[in-house]
Every structure is written in structure tokens, then in C-alpha cells.
């Protein structure tokens, strides 16, 4: 029963006014021609119109073409009557104004149009009605594609170089300061960009017409302004023409290029004026860069630089320019100042971290903090760090076992020797506070990244380390260690860092040495010398200096005491040896004399010396008996006695 109605229906439907194409489309027609000429529509002719494409198309086996036909019959009389319109006007603008006006009408038909003709876009495919719409956005629909060729065909390929060559002339005008109405121009591009029917690229009309002829005005236009305002502005003021005029095109192709996604336009358009206002004078505008550097004009420089960043590798002279001027000033401010600064380690720095700041300023300022730039500051800094124009260190090298000398900057030991300064107790760290003695730090780090033998400075600082950890003089130890961490964080060498690590455990466990064996001493009842010395036992791989070890006869109270160190060392840590290295030792000793008694803080040495006058106060003792009583070279035995009548 089912199958039967159904076949009623459908013999019912054929047989409903044998439909025919000639039948409807005098009832179609005039529905059409009101959505051509946007005129109103009612709902019942809207319905209608979509009905009848649907029957046609679908009882009339050569209706689709027929209806195809017919529209594009209509749509180009249509358009026809709209290129009369225009063409009577012989002014170009206001030719452009009557283009724009019918253009704009028929492409928003073009979204109206097509969609009664569902059906018959179904029909020309061949498939059902799912499957294309599925497959077809509007854009590709069949009628949309006709009505958007008819105009092509007709309108747009007669006039399009009149549309075009007006339209580069209000560009043109805009340029020289006249107002215009910008949608003229926009009108013309929206016709190259949607007139194209190429699946491949629906942008080549767009791209081989109006862009071109855009670029091509716009290469024109600044190759016949730019070089005369260059002449009678000079270069600096050119500068800001150029910038100004870069960033006004940019903004104009924004409006009247195309910009969807996958589309160049705007990035050709800038490459062409980059090549007209800035590659083309380049040269001449370089040439302006050292004096601008020399002269501290960040304005200046800043706007060069922006400028010649967008030329490929535009920006490599000026870096050039830079690495010099850091240089050469520099080394010049260094020799100015050499009186102070060799012989003053902590104006040595100063003057150091004064030029980086300097020149890190004037890279911020100029060029935005580059990492180009900070590369070249870097280069030219690191030369003048290890410059030995103003002081050099002789250090002793060997070549085919032929010792030499190389002369190297005397900036790390100077490095070391302002560390030394800070980290021990002496008047400079008392008038710090802990905070500003570690900025101080990091400023030398600062420094210290620039020195290419980091090698000399920690032989220098570990040896500034050494005599401060034996004679207990840091000012803060926390802050000790806390130095060796950062040297470990900005790399330097780490078998020396790991060294200072170990220095800083040996002194820990020389201490816990130390209380035991004053005990062990106490109960021997030898507590009163016990109480008086600290023997710091230390590890020789860690501590080793490369001065040879100076022997000594020491006060006979010392060398009873030694033997009873060593003996107890030995039971404690079997295997080891203990090598005296007096010469890294001092004492306090009591004088006294007629005129009062004093406390004097000795070394090792001038302890020998004063030792020897304990028996006979007041009795002269010749040079070679001072020698055999103390055992000590002459060399430094002379170095000693100068060394306590010097003051």
C-alpha cells in the first residue's frame, strides 16, 4: 500500500500542469530581475522562485541548461545596462564613483542570487542535494560564478585600466597631501580580488593588475621625491622623512592592499619602499654613524638603526663602527687615567665598570639593547680588558724547554687583588655595608667575564685566599664561600674553584684537629703552649703554592712543640706526612724594652730574627751570625731585617 501512494503521488505531480521550462520562467523572471536590481521581494515570490527552479530542474529533463541559459541571458543584460550607466561619465573620478556604486550593488547580490537556484546547481553536477552542499561553500556556487564572470567579461576587462589608472592617481594624490574618498580606491581593489574565477589562485587578477601597478606607482613616486629631499634636507633630516614616510605607506597599504591570510601584498609594498628610501642611500647614510657614536646622538643613531635593520645585513658597518668607538675610547680613557689606576686597584675597577656602563647605556639607548649590538660591545670591551697598552704582566712561558716571557694584561691580578680588598678586614671592607661589598663582588665578576686568562686571576686569588684563611683575616667567611660559588656560576675554571672548595673543608677539619690534639696536650700537663698555637694542617693538593718551602731554626719553645704535632698526627692518620711551611706562618710576640712593653704581630721569620737578641738584649750580633742562628737564606734574611727597620 505503501509503494502505491507513493506512485499516486508521484503520477500526480507529473501530471500537475506538465511542467516545463517555458511554462515557469515568465513566473521566475521578474523575481530575478528584482534581486538583480535589489528591489524588494515578498516572501511569497521569494518561496515561489525556489519552488519553481526545484521543479523545473527536476521534471524537466532539459530545464537546467535552460534555466542557466536564461539567467545568463538576464544577469548580463543586467550588467550591460549597469556599463551604460557608468560609461557616461568621462571625469575619472567620477567615473570611479558610478563603477563603485554598481559594483557594489551587484557583488552583495551576488550572496542573494544563487540561493533559489539550489536545485539547479544540483542538477548541472549531477548529484544530490547533501553531497554539494557538503562539498560547495557559496563562493564556489555555479550562478555565483556566472554572474561574477558575465561581469568580468563585460564590464571589468573594458574599463579595469581606466579603474586602475584613476585609482593610482588619488593614491598618488593622497601622497601629495590632497583628501580623497579612500573607498574609491578599495572599491577597485575588491573587484581584481573577487573577479577571479582560477581555483588555483583566486588572487591572480588581484596580484598581476592592481598590486603591481600599486607597487609600481608607489617605486615611482619616492624614486622622484626621495633623492631631492636628501639634497636640500641632509641626511639626518632625511633619516626622519625616510621613517616617517615608511611608516605612512605601511599604514596606506593596510588600506588599500589586500590583507586576508596567505596574501604578501603589504610585505612586498614595504620591501619596494625600503629599497627606494633606505637601500638606495645607504651609503650616505652610514657615513653619518661614527660621528653620531662618537658624539653620544642616541636619537640619531636609534632612528638610523631602525632604519637599517630592515635592509639586509644594513646594520653590519655600524656594529663595525661601534666595536671601534668602544675601542678606541676606551684604551684612551684607560691611558688617561694610568697614573691611578696601575697602582690603585680598586680605581682600576671603577674605571673598568665606568666604560661598561657607559657603553651598555649608549647600546640601550642607541639600539634598543640589540643582541647584535650587545655582541660588539662585548667584542670591543673584552679587547680593552686585556689591552697591555697601559700595563702588562710578564708571565713566564715555555716554548721547546726555553723559558720566555709573554706580556699579558695586568687586569686579572689587579681583578684578584680588589677581591682581596673587599673579602678581607681591611679599611675598605670596615666602611662597606655586607650589601655593597657584594655588588662590589658582582662587579668584578661583571669584569671578570671579560678576561680572556681567568687562569691568572684565580692563581692570584687563591693565593689572596690562602694568606687570608691562614692568618684569619677575612672580614666575613660566610661571604668568603659565597665567592667561590659565584666564580663556579659564571665559569670560571673548575678545577681552581673545586680547589678553593676544598681550602674552605681543610680549614674546618684543621680546626677539629686542632681541639684535639690541645686536649690530648692538656693531659700531658703541656697546656699552657697549646693554649698559645694553632697548627693548621692542611691538604697539599688543594693549598700548594708555587714557592719552594724556606727552611727556618724557629724559638726553641716551637721547635720543642713541633715533634709532639707530628707524633700525634702520625697515630691519628697513618700514612701521612707533614711538610712545615713556616713561611706561611706568623705569631704574636711580647717585647719589652726601656721604654715600655708591646705586643707585635710577626711573621714567622722576623720572629727568628727577634729571637735571636733573647739571650743578649743588649748586645750587637753581626749579619753571618744572625744567618747561622736563624739558618735562613741571605736573600731572605736581608728581606726580614729590612723588613723590621723599614718603618
Not at 548541472?124 to 563562493?139: F, I
Not at 683575616?473 to 672548595?501: H, T
Request: hydrophobic share 35%; aromatic share 8%.
Amino acid at each position: 500500500k505503501l509503494s502505491r501512494g507513493i506512485g499516486v503521488f508521484y503520477g500526480n505531480l507529473k501530471d500537475k500542469g506538465s511542467l516545463q521550462f517555458e511554462d515557469k520562467w515568465d513566473s521566475m523572471r521578474p523575481t530575478v530581475l528584482k534581486l538583480l536590481r535589489q528591489e524588494p521581494v515578498t516572501r511569497a515570490e521569494w518561496q515561489d522562485l525556489f519552488w519553481d527552479v526545484h521543479s523545473v530542474c527536476l521534471w524537466d529533463d532539459k530545464g537546467p541548461g535552460k534555466v542557466h541559459k536564461a539567467l545568463q541571458d538576464d544577469i548580463l543584460e543586467f550588467i550591460k545596462q549597469a556599463q551604460q550607466r557608468t560609461l557616461t561619465h568621462q571625469d575619472d573620478t567620477a567615473l570611479l564613483k558610478a563603477y563603485i556604486a554598481e559594483w557594489r550593488k551587484f557583488f552583495t547580490q551576488c550572496s542573494y542570487l544563487p540561493k533559489p537556484f539550489g536545485q539547479l546547481e544540483t542538477s548541472l553536477a549531477g548529484k544530490t542535494v547533501s553531497s554539494v552542499q557538503k562539498k560547495n561553500s557559496p563562493e564556489d556556487s555555479i550562478v555565483r560564478k556566472l554572474m561574477l564572470d558575465s561581469w568580468n567579461q563585460s564590464i571589468f576587462s573594458n574599463i579595469k585600466q581606466r579603474l586602475q589608472d584613476s585609482a593610482m592617481k588619488l593614491v598618488h594624490s593622497e601622497r601629495m597631501g590632497e583628501a580623497f574618498d579612500s573607498q574609491l580606491v578599495i572599491g577597485v581593489r575588491e573587484s581584481y580580488v573577487n573577479l577571479c574565477s582560477d581555483p588555483e589562485d583566486k588572487l591572480k587578477i588581484y596580484k598581476e593588475n592592481f598590486e603591481a601597478a600599486y607597487i609600481e606607482a608607489t617605486e615611482a613616486f619616492y624614486k622622484a621625491q626621495a633623492p631631492q629631499y636628501l639634497a636640500d634636507n641632509g641626511v639626518q633630516n632625511y633619516m626622519k622623512y625616510a621613517d616617517m614616510k615608511l611608516k605612512e605607506e605601511e599604514q596606506r597599504a593596510m588600506r588599500y592592499l589586500e590583507t586576508r591570510k596567505g596574501c604578501d601584498s603589504v610585505q612586498k609594498l614595504t620591501e619596494c619602499c625600503v629599497h627606494v628610501l633606505v637601500t638606495a642611500f645607504k651609503e650616505t647614510i652610514l657615513a653619518e654613524c661614527s660621528v653620531m657614536i662618537k658624539r653620544n646622538e642616541t636619537d640619531k643613531l636609534l632612528l638610523m638603526f631602525q632604519l637599517l635593520d630592515r635592509v639586509p645585513d644594513g646594520i653590519n658597518p655600524m656594529l663595525r663602527d661601534l666595536e671601534e668607538h668602544i675601542k678606541n675610547q676606551g684604551l684612551a680613557d684607560m691611558v688617561a687615567a694610568a697614573e691611578t689606576i696601575t697602582t690603585d686597584s680598586e680605581k682600576y675597577v671603577e674605571q673598568l665598570l665606568s666604560l661598561f656602563n657607559i657603553f651598555s647605556m649608549l647600546v640601550k639607548k642607541a639600539f634598543s639593547d640589540d643582541p647584535r649590538f650587545l655582541t660588539s660591545r662585548d667584542k670591543a670591551y673584552k679587547h680593552v680588558v686585556n689591552d697591555t697598552t697601559v700595563f702588562r704582566l710578564e708571565l713566564p712561558s715555555k716554548q721547546k724547554g726555553v723559558a720566555k716571557t709573554q706580556p699579558e694584561s695586568k687586569c686579572p691580578e689587579l681583578l684578584a687583588n680588589y677581591c682581596d680588598m673587599l673579602l678581607r678586614k681591611t679599611p675598605l671592607s670596615k666602611k662597606l655595608t655586607s650589601d655593597e661589598i657584594d655588588l662590589r663582588l658582582k662587579d668584578v665578576l661583571l669584569v671578570l667575564k671579560y678576561v680572556q686568562n681567568k687562569d691568572v686571576f684565580m692563581r692570584y686569588h687563591k693565593a689572596h685566599l690562602t694568606r687570608r684563611l691562614i692568618l684569619d683575616s677575612s672580614a666575613d667567611s660566610e661571604k668568603e664561600e659565597n665567592m667561590v660559588e659565584w666564580l663556579r656560576e659564571v665559569g670560571m675554571p673548575a678545577d681552581y674553584v673545586n680547589k678553593l672548595a676544598r681550602m674552605f673543608q681543610d680549614i674546618k677539619v684543621s680546626e677539629d684537629l686542632n681541639s684535639q690534639f690541645k686536649e690530648a696536650i692538656r693531659d700531658k700537663g703541656h697546656g699552657s703552649i697549646a693554649d698559645c698555637v694553632n697548627i693548621k694542617v692542611l691538604n697539599a693538593g688543594a693549598w700548594a703554592r708555587s714557592s719552594e718551602r724556606v727552611f727556618v731554626s724557629l724559638p726553641m719553645e716551637l721547635e720543642d712543640y713541633i715533634p709532639e704535632v707530628e707524633e700525634y698526627y702520625r697515630k691519628t692518620h697513618s700514612g701521612r706526612k707533614l711538610q712545615w711551611h713556616h713561611l706561611m706562618s706568623n705569631g704574636i710576640i711580647t717585647f719589652k724594652n726601656k721604654v715600655g712593653q708591646y705586643d707585635l704581630e710577626v711573621t714567622t721569620f722576623q720572629m727568628a730574627v727577634l729571637f735571636s737578641w733573647n739571650q743578649r738584649p743588649n748586645e750587637r750580633i753581626p749579619l753571618e751570625n744572625l744567618r747561622l742562628a736563624t739558618e735562613l737564606p741571605d736573600t731572605e734574611l736581608r728581606r726580614t731585617l729590612w723588613s723590621l727597620v723599614a718603618f
